[in-house]
């Protein structure tokens, strides 16, 4: 028997179609703010709209927040689409991406990164998504991490050049947190305070016996080691770099970027 206490099925389905109209509503009110943001800008200030400070808060904060059965995973997602998107309307700009048999994730995370609205252009190569974010100033990179053929990061952060500024995904799970398995890159206009990690190329003169936590890639090139070391922002370039190199002599180390790191769900 039915308890008269418990509210009806089509009592709790109005209550989620309340919800859903309410959140609709709330995305729309979005949408006007953003128009307005978008004419402030116009006399304000100039160049991309990605903000990977802001973006690492919000889900921070997501992540604190969080409670009940909801995967906190969709959430930051929800949340990344809908960051990305509003990004996206104020400042129309495509993700380069290396896509290949090597990397048959990156659409994936790219696709969860960025949005589905944001267009992707596919590239065979780290070299080629660097060479197209320093000839297009307001589009944004996708380059996987881990060991590579070349040392593509070592053309990160010269004059005019892109540098990192934030990993991917944006969340790593606390049980077994595992490295970021992307890095984003951008104009070297974009601002990067706030963020919380230093990011240094590193060249070693030989590949060090054990590979530690603080290397996110790694390449042989020219007899010479390279690696992509990351640390604290309060941390020198050497001390980043002495962390990374386990012992071996340390020939090289320059800043290439910042990033936040991943929020631990």
Same mark, same amino acid.
């Given at each position: 028997?039915?308890?008269?206490?418990?509210?009806?099925?089509?009592?709790?389905?109005? %209550?989620?179609?309340? *919800?859903?109209?309410?959140?609709?509503?709330? +995305?729309?009110?979005?949408?006007?703010?953003?128009?307005?943001? *978008?004419?402030?800008?116009?006399?304000?200030?100039?160049?991309?709209?990605?903000?990977?400070?802001?973006?690492?808060?919000? /889900?921070?904060?997501?992540?604190?927040?969080?409670?009940?059965?909801?995967? /906190?995973?969709? /959430?930051?997602?929800?949340?990344? !689409? $809908?960051?990305?998107?509003?990004t996206?309307? !104020?400042?129309? #700009?495509?993700? #380069?991406?290396?896509?290949?048999?090597?990397?048959?994730?990156?659409?994936? +995370? =790219?696709?969860?990164?960025?949005?589905?609205?944001?267009?992707?252009?596919?590239?065979?190569? &780290?070299?080629?998504?660097?060479?197209? $974010?320093?000839?297009?100033?307001?589009?944004?990179?996708? *380059?996987?991490?881990?060991?590579a053929?070349?040392?593509?990061? %070592?053309?990160?952060?010269?004059?005019? !050049?892109?540098?990192?500024?934030?990993?991917? &995904?944006?969340?790593?799970?606390a049980?077994?947190?595992? &490295?970021p398995? @992307?890095? /984003?890159?951008? #104009?070297?206009? *974009?601002?990067t305070?706030? +963020?919380?990690?230093? +990011?240094? =190329?590193?060249?070693? @003169?030989?590949? &060090?016996?054990v590979?530690?936590?603080?290397?996110?890639?790694? =390449?042989?090139?020219?007899?010479?080691? #390279?690696?992509?070391?990351?640390?604290?922002?309060?941390a020198?370039?050497?001390?980043?770099? !002495?962390?990374?190199?386990?012992?071996?002599?340390?020939?090289?180390?320059?800043?290439?970027?910042?990033?936040?790191?991943?929020?631990?769900?």
């Open positions: 028997m039915t308890d008269p206490t418990l509210p009806s099925l089509a009592d709790l389905r109005g %209550e989620i179609d309340r *919800i859903d109209a309410a959140m609709h509503g709330l +995305l729309m009110e979005r949408g006007q703010i953003i128009e307005r943001l *978008i004419e402030v800008k116009k006399t304000a200030e100039t160049g991309s709209a990605f903000r990977p400070a802001r973006e690492a808060d919000v /889900v921070r904060r997501l992540v604190d927040n969080h409670k009940g059965r909801l995967p /906190v995973e969709l /959430v930051v997602q929800i949340w990344r !689409q $809908i960051i990305s998107t509003f996206y309307v !104020q400042s129309p #700009h495509s993700v #380069h991406v290396v896509m290949g048999p090597e990397q048959e994730n990156a659409r994936e +995370l =790219a696709r969860f990164h960025f949005g589905f609205g944001v267009p992707l252009v596919k590239h065979s190569s &780290p070299a080629s998504v660097v060479a197209a $974010i320093a000839r297009d100033r307001g589009d944004l990179g996708l *380059i996987g991490l881990g060991p053929r070349e040392p593509w990061w %070592e053309k990160l952060g010269g004059s005019g !050049q892109p540098i990192a500024m934030a990993t991917a &995904p944006a969340i790593a799970r049980a077994s947190p595992r &490295p398995q @992307a890095l /984003v890159i951008g #104009h070297p206009s *974009i601002d305070a706030g +963020l919380d990690t230093r +990011l240094v =190329a590193v060249t070693l @003169a030989g590949r &060090p016996a590979e530690v936590d603080a290397v996110l890639a790694s =390449a042989d090139e020219g007899g010479r080691h #390279h690696l992509l070391a990351w640390g604290p922002r309060e020198s370039e050497a001390e980043i770099a !002495q962390d990374a190199a386990s012992g071996m002599a340390v020939e090289a180390a320059r800043t290439v970027g910042y990033t936040a790191r991943p929020i631990a769900a």
